[in-house]
């Protein structure tokens, strides 16, 4: 037992996800039946493609004695057998089985306890790979090695071998938008904020992690399995896009840099943040049912950002009212009508609106890519994998045209005028508050409104 653990722990540490296939297995019959699938996904087998397998079991493999009458030749073979099927069974013996089904001949009783089985494909095809045994009621503990290689020593699926080239393409059009983004940062600098800062870091990661994705499926491209330095980089970096695209969107829905000068609800985003990492690395690294506390922490997060969002765009619509009747109440007008309050309002109230479009659309499409996924591109993953990095794409593209960095000098000086008071320059660095020094004959007054979005320094 102790050296059953070594065993997986070491190949545990050697290689993380693989095509090449080490692990410790248990053959349990059901129904006097043994059925054991190798690989639980449909791989794509191009034409000279090879299957090996080697078996490695605590038992005696149960034989039979076959002897060919003409020859006299006597041959053991082992009731074990290797089958290749174009769809998933259920049941070792059914209809489908003659048909879709084939034996692999071609197999080495190397001793008692071990034997290996190999098979070559005559034409593309996607296929299971099964190990079966007909009317038994042995439990078989084994160590099993299997290797599913394409022509040209390539280990990915026949959908999957594209999917490193469309990442070097991904990466080059990534590393163009950040170059974009960086020349807007840098040109604009002085009117940025933290959330522009949080966007850069948010390109930056996503760009990183392109380039890892590559290096990723080259890695198990080329040598069958991912080292695990590479595989829980790349898990770890995926986990932190995710919550930090999550955490971003609930941020700037509040109104950060917007509307208030910092988060108000801060704490719970950094605990969902925390408990969507936490599930999300479950679900990798110990079971597939995690992946619903993954939807619902999700779902939490984006309910959130909708509900902070819809009273970002409340406070903002009052805001505009405010403005209006203040104007109104205090007979003034601007001196430039193309740089007013108001505008300034609308144009918060323009991006808030985008925003909500964005959190309203993001699980809509999800949702639609995962069904698509699912039902449709079973044997297109590379589909899959586009769709998913164009998603990724608009997504973070649509949040740098929001948020990018634009000539706000204008909004900082608004002059207004009245028929009773001279005319007057108004800065505002803060967006909640309006103070207005005017001067009068010599006199000078204060007006102060805690609705409008700007005020004078």
């Given at each position: 037992?102790?050296?059953?653990?070594?065993?997986?722990?070491?190949?545990?540490?050697?290689?993380?996800?693989?095509?090449?296939?080490?692990?410790?297995?248990?053959?349990?019959?059901?129904?006097?039946?043994?059925?054991?699938?190798?690989?639980?996904?449909?791989?794509?087998?191009?034409?000279?493609?090879?299957?090996?397998?080697?078996?490695?079991?605590?038992?005696?493999?149960?034989?039979?004695?076959?002897?060919?009458?003409?020859?006299?030749?006597t041959q053991i073979k082992p009731n074990l057998e290797l089958?290749?099927?174009?769809?998933?069974?259920?049941?070792?013996?059914?209809?489908?089985?003659?048909?879709?089904?084939?034996?692999?001949?071609?197999?080495?009783?190397?001793?008692?306890?071990?034997?290996?089985?190999?098979?070559?494909?005559?034409?593309?095809?996607?296929?299971?790979?099964?190990?079966?045994?007909?009317?038994?009621?042995?439990?078989?503990?084994?160590?099993?090695?299997?290797?599913?290689?394409?022509?040209?020593?390539?280990?990915?699926?026949?959908?999957?071998?594209?999917?490193?080239?469309?990442?070097?393409?991904?990466?080059?059009?990534?590393?163009?938008?950040?170059?974009?983004?960086?020349?807007?940062?840098?040109?604009?600098?002085?009117?940025?904020?933290?959330?522009?800062?949080?966007?850069?870091?948010?390109?930056?990661?996503?760009?990183?992690?392109?380039?890892?994705?590559?290096?990723?499926?080259?890695?198990?491209?080329?040598?069958?399995?991912?080292?695990?330095?590479?595989?829980?980089?790349?898990?770890?970096?995926?986990?932190?896009?995710?919550?930090?695209?999550?955490?971003?969107?609930?941020?700037?829905?509040?109104?950060?840099?917007?509307?208030?000068?910092?988060?108000?609800?801060?704490?719970?985003?950094?605990?969902?943040?925390?408990?969507?990492?936490?599930?999300?690395?479950?679900?990798?690294?110990?079971?597939?049912?995690?992946?619903?506390?993954?939807?619902?922490?999700?779902?939490?997060?984006?309910?959130?950002?909708?509900?902070?969002?819809?009273?970002?765009?409340?406070?903002?619509?009052?805001?505009?009212?405010?403005?209006?009747?203040?104007?109104?109440?205090?007979?003034?007008?601007?001196?430039?009508?193309?740089?007013?309050?108001?505008?300034?309002?609308?144009?918060?109230?323009?991006?808030?609106?985008?925003?909500?479009?964005?959190?309203?659309?993001?699980?809509?499409?999800?949702?639609?890519?995962?069904?698509?996924?699912?039902?449709?591109?079973?044997?297109?993953?590379?589909?899959?994998?586009?769709?998913?990095?164009?998603?990724?794409?608009?997504?973070?593209?649509?949040?740098?045209?929001?948020?990018?960095?634009?000539?706000?000098?204008?909004?900082?000086?608004?002059?207004?005028?009245?028929?009773?008071?001279?005319?007057?320059?108004?800065?505002?660095?803060?967006?909640?508050?309006?103070?207005?020094?005017?001067?009068?004959?010599?006199?000078?007054?204060?007006?102060?409104?805690?609705?409008?979005?700007?005020?004078?320094?």
């Open positions: 037992m102790a050296n059953r653990v070594l065993w997986v722990i070491i190949n545990f540490i050697s290689f993380a996800r693989a095509v090449i296939i080490t692990a410790d297995i248990t053959l349990k019959p059901k129904d006097n039946y043994i059925l054991y699938k190798i690989k639980k996904e449909l791989f794509g087998f191009l034409n000279n493609a090879n299957i090996s397998v080697t078996l490695a079991c605590d038992k005696n493999f149960t034989t039979t004695i076959i002897t060919n009458p003409s020859t006299n030749i089958i290749i099927c174009m769809k998933s069974l259920y049941q070792a013996v059914t209809p489908e089985m003659q048909s879709s089904c084939r034996k692999a001949y071609d197999y080495k009783l190397l001793n008692s306890k071990e034997m290996s089985w190999s098979f070559r494909f005559s034409k593309d095809q996607f296929s299971f790979v099964y190990l079966t045994e007909l009317n038994t009621t042995d439990e078989l503990s084994c160590k099993l090695a299997a290797v599913f290689l394409n022509p040209r020593g390539e280990h990915l699926s026949s959908d999957q071998v594209v999917i490193p080239k469309i990442y070097s393409v991904v990466g080059g059009v990534w590393s163009v938008s950040l170059l974009l983004w960086c020349f807007n940062y840098l040109y604009f600098n002085k009117f940025s904020n933290k959330l522009h800062k949080i966007v850069t870091l948010m390109v930056i990661l996503k760009a990183f992690l392109v380039v890892l994705s590559f290096l990723y499926w080259t890695d198990l491209s080329q040598r069958g399995q991912v080292r695990l330095h590479l595989h829980v980089l790349y898990k770890l970096l995926t986990c932190l896009h995710q919550v930090f695209v999550l955490c971003f969107i609930m941020v700037s829905s509040e109104g950060w840099c917007v509307i208030y000068e910092r988060p108000r609800l801060w704490r719970y985003y950094l605990v969902l943040g925390v408990l969507y990492s936490a599930m999300y690395l479950s679900y990798t690294y110990i079971h597939q049912y995690f992946q619903g506390f993954i939807i619902v922490f999700g779902g939490v997060m984006i309910y959130l950002s909708f509900r902070c969002c819809a009273i970002s765009i409340c406070t903002l619509k009052n805001n505009l009212t405010a403005s209006e009747e203040y104007m109104q109440n205090y007979k003034l007008f601007y001196v430039n009508s193309k740089v007013t309050f108001e505008k300034r309002i609308r144009k918060k109230l323009t991006l808030m609106t985008m925003l909500q479009i964005l959190i309203i659309g993001l699980p809509c499409l999800l949702m639609m890519l995962q069904s698509v996924s699912s039902f449709i591109l079973g044997t297109n993953e590379w589909v899959k994998w586009l769709c998913y990095e164009l998603l990724n794409y608009l997504v973070i593209v649509y949040c740098l045209y929001m948020f990018r960095l634009q000539d706000f000098a204008p909004y900082n000086n608004i002059v207004i005028s009245t028929t009773d008071l001279q005319t007057l320059t108004i800065t505002t660095p803060n967006p909640n508050i309006i103070y207005i020094t005017s001067v009068n004959g010599g006199s000078e007054s204060e007006s102060e409104s805690g609705s409008s979005s700007v005020d004078q320094t």
